[in-house]
């Protein structure tokens, strides 16, 4: 038997098998350049209290989940149950930046609040971002995305889209309870 | 007018997504179009969707931004440039762009400050280094490859072909089909 007849076969499984990955791929799930570098520093104004900022370096020693969302955005609602009921689970704080896009003119942060006001609130606290910039500096494309950050302030983990049951047991609690140790 | 349409787009959009983020499935993809077309249409009548005409700005520097934008892909909807995306986040960016310009800093530094944010995947053109010799070298090795396995094959089956001259018996045998023909 020609030892060369295989070969074709071998290629083609070959090719199934990376067609067969690539079609279990979302490619909506863009690989962030900004694991395990420092998280973006910011200064903004808290969301119910205006006059007041909050900062990055306020966190520094801290592990914290930094949630983007917005109002105007439909999978956020999905998600927001679940984070409720993860916040009363004390396992990481999670802070809030409500996410303003520079061109939409309708009063974002009273839509957030409203919807903070009506779905519960899960955030230690909530941040007001007009015109998007730090969550441009954070990359952020399809709201929501979740950073877990340490205490270091490196981001460590990054969720694009809702963050889902498995998600939050399988990759957040396990590695935020390895950053506080 | 304008806002109204937009933010109708986004919560289609975003809804479409958020679906296809928690349970993968493709189908609500058809439904947002027809959305976004019945959306569109009900709308178009009285407003066209600008292209964000920027009268008051430099020309030069709108030159500028379009011939940058053309060259990275929009995050949002990733088969988009950034020039032609009507996503706010696209639009964010290109306000974002358009103050660097004017800022006086070089394309290689807006491109930058786009990777550094985005990743790689902003560039319609991958850049060549080590992770992506394989996607730019790949097809040239592959046909390198493929010209030596054919060129080996072609030459060991012209030495299988061994020419032997006819014999007096065989010469006579072919002469006379030749003839019954």
Redesign the interface.
């Known amino acids: 038997m020609n030892k060369y007849l295989f070969i074709p076969l071998v290629l083609f499984v070959g090719l199934v098998a990376f067609l067969l990955i690539g079609l279990h791929r ?3 799930e ?5 694991i395990n570098k420092p998280a973006p520093s910011f200064q903004l104004p808290q969301l119910h209290e205006p006059t007041k900022t909050f900062s990055s370096q306020d966190m520094k020693g801290k592990v914290y989940l930094l949630n983007f969302w917005g109002s ?4 956020c ?2 998600e927001h149950p679940l984070l409720v009921q993860y916040a009363k689970s004390n396992v990481v704080p999670i802070y809030g930046v409500d996410y303003n ?6 009063d974002e942060r009273a839509a957030a609040m409203q919807f903070l006001a009506e779905l519960g609130n899960p955030y230690t606290e909530t941040i007001y971002d007009k ?3 730090t969550s ?4 952020v ?3 929501p995305e979740s950073f877990l950050i340490d205490k270091q302030g490196i981001i460590r983990f990054k969720q ?3 963050i ?1 049951e498995d998600v939050w047991n399988n990759k957040i609690v396990p590695l935020a309870k390895q950053l506080n140790q | 007018m304008r ?1 109204m349409l ?2 109708a787009i ?2 289609t959009w ?2 479409h ?2 679906r ?3 349970d ?1 499935t493709a189908v609500p993809l058809k439904i947002a179009i027809v959305l976004l077309i019945a959306v569109g249409l009900s709308f178009l009548s009285g407003a066209v969707i600008a292209k964000e005409a920027q009268p008051n700005e430099d020309p030069q520097i709108e030159q500028r931004m379009k011939n940058l934008t053309e060259q990275l892909r929009c ?2 909807c ?1 088969n988009e440039t950034l020039a032609d995306s009507h996503a ?2 696209a ?3 290109r ?2 762009i358009r103050e660097q310009m004017k800022a006086g800093k070089t394309d290689k530094e807006i491109i930058a400050y786009l ?7 902003v560039l319609y053109k991958p850049p060549v280094k080590t992770t992506t010799y394989l996607l730019w070298f790949g097809p040239f090795v592959l046909l390198g490859g493929g010209t030596v396995v054919l060129y080996r094959y072609l030459s060991r089956r012209r030495k299988m072909i061994q020419e032997k001259p006819l014999s007096a018996e065989e010469r006579r045998q072919a002469a006379e089909i030749l003839r019954s023909v």
């Not at chain 1, 863009?30 to 900004?34: A, C, E, I, R, Y």
């Not at chain 1, 896009?101 to 309708?106: G, K």
């Not at chain 2, 990777?115 to 995947?121: A, E, K, L, V």
């Open positions: 979302d490619p909506h863009v690989p962030s350049p900004l105007w955005c439909v999978a609602r999905d896009y520079a061109n939409d003119n309708a015109g998007g910039l441009i500096d954070y990359g494309y399809g709201a694009i889209g809702p889902t | 806002g937009q933010r986004r919560l975003h809804a997504l958020a296809e983020l928690t993968g995050l949002v990733q706010d986040l639009e964010d960016l306000k974002q990777t550094d944010r985005y990743g790689d995947f």
